[in-house]
């Protein structure tokens, strides 16, 4: 079992940055990979980022790259999405989630709110 709770929303203008934060407990840190997705209102949820087991590797969909960074902090058992040059279409509720076989997401957060005004 692994408890994740994510913080770190909130309301920032267009082209403004936020961190989020997903702290994590339960299960060994080092043995699961670790996701944020996002669901836009009135969308289906997306996948935003992921990073390995090991913070060796990190994945991005198309839309946040060069914007989106995520990562971990093994002494924290937490994992980051820092968010710059935020745009109004990345308003969305942010998950995060673990996963101890790739790609399968079996623990989630309950959410936190990201709303970019313009």
């Known amino acids: 079992q692994v408890h994740l709770v994510e913080s770190g929303g909130g309301l920032v203008q267009a082209g403004g940055s936020l961190r989020l934060s997903c702290v994590t407990s339960?299960?060994?840190?080092?043995?699961?990979?670790v996701g944020w997705f996002r669901q836009p209102p009135g969308k289906e949820r997306e996948f935003v980022a992921a990073i390995n087991y090991n913070g060796g590797r990190t994945s991005n969909a198309d839309s946040v790259k060069g914007r989106f960074t995520i990562s971990r902090d093994f002494a924290e058992n937490t994992v980051y999405l820092q968010m710059n040059s935020l745009r109004p279409e990345d308003t969305a509720v942010y998950y995060c989630?673990?996963?101890?076989?790739?790609?399968?997401?079996?623990?989630w957060g309950q959410g936190t709110q990201v709303t970019v005004s313009s």
């Open positions: 339960g299960r060994t840190f080092s043995s699961y990979d």
């Open positions: 989630a673990a996963a101890f076989r790739s790609g399968h997401y079996d623990y």
